[in-house]
């Protein structure tokens, strides 16, 4: 009996903070965005946490439980949605999990996770820690004492390695289809990863304000640019793309 695996179509989505902007998340470099509120080098940065590890502590247990609350919007469900008929790969900036609650099921984060923490001493122990709060005199996620400058939250500041580059290169160079959402491009070595698109792949953008994403210039040619929010656009595009495969 020949096993007819049909090959599925192969489908890249690069999201940014904008896509859970809808479930009530804050973007970053929008008006009221965390960077326009908060000092990015105090809070993101391995020389910010060494300066003052129970001040990042606060600040990513305040996004922890506020993500931890938050519902996936219909932009991931839409998404999730994809994979009744196309091999889908999510690549995500965003910390939160909410691609993955949607029903996503290969997502690769470039920045961390939020509900994720670990020693500085044993990098490799990663603990999923939801959105425990830790403080002074509870237990830390092994169980010992908490001592915040212990541990840090599995997140990639600024200055520090990306990983899964090369594995999200190859999946967006295989893709025919790549729909970037929610993101303005500006950080790297993740906004290039765009230019990995094949020239012949369908290439959709959706944002509220394209511009800083669109002159970002890491988009090749034949960016079909749409504005808007991403839970109401997310959902068209993929309709049409169920609707070519029903
Ligand atoms: N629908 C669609 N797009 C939206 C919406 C929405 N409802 N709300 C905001 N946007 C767009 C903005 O116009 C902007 O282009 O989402 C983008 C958010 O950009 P940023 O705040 O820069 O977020 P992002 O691109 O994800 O940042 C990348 O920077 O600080 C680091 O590690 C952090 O992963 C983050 C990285």
Redesign the pocket.
């Known amino acids: 009996m020949l096993n007819t695996t049909t090959k599925l179509e192969k489908i890249v989505v690069f999201s940014?903070?904008?896509?859970s902007?809808?479930s009530g998340l804050p973007?970053?470099?929008?008006n009221d965005?965390l960077?326009q509120k908060y000092d990015?080098y105090q809070l993101?940065t391995p020389e910010g946490f060494a300066a003052n590890p129970s001040l990042v502590h606060q600040f990513y247990q305040s996004r922890r439980l506020a993500a931890a609350k938050a519902q996936p919007n219909a932009a991931h469900l839409a998404i999730a949605a994809l994979e009744q008929h196309y091999k889908v790969v999510v690549i995500t900036?965003?910390v939160d999990n909410l691609h993955e609650r949607a029903g996503s099921t290969d997502v690769i984060h470039l920045?961390g996770k939020l509900n994720e923490m670990r020693m500085l001493a044993k990098p490799d122990a990663i603990f999923d820690v939801g959105d425990t709060e830790f403080s002074q005199g509870s237990h830390a996620p092994d169980g010992s004492i908490w001592q915040p400058e212990k541990w840090r939250p599995n997140i990639v500041w600024f200055g520090e390695a990306v990983p899964n580059l090369m594995l999200a290169s190859e999946h967006i160079s295989a893709a025919s289809k790549v729909l970037v959402?929610?993101?303005?491009?500006?950080?790297e070595p993740?906004a290039s990863l765009l230019l990995s698109a094949k020239a012949s792949a369908e290439k959709h953008l959706?944002?509220?304000?394209p511009g800083?994403?669109a002159k970002a210039n890491k988009l090749s040619q034949g960016f079909n640019v749409q504005q808007g929010?991403?839970?109401m656009l997310v959902p068209k595009l993929v309709g049409q793309w169920l609707e070519a495969k029903s």
């Not at 940014?16 to 896509?19: D, K, P, S, V």
């Not at 959706?206 to 304000?209: E, G, L």
Request: charged residues 15%.
């Open positions: 940014g903070a904008g896509i902007a809808a973007t970053f470099r929008d965005g960077w990015v993101a900036q965003n920045h959402v929610g993101s303005s491009l500006q950080v993740a959706i944002d509220k304000q800083q994403a929010d991403a839970a």
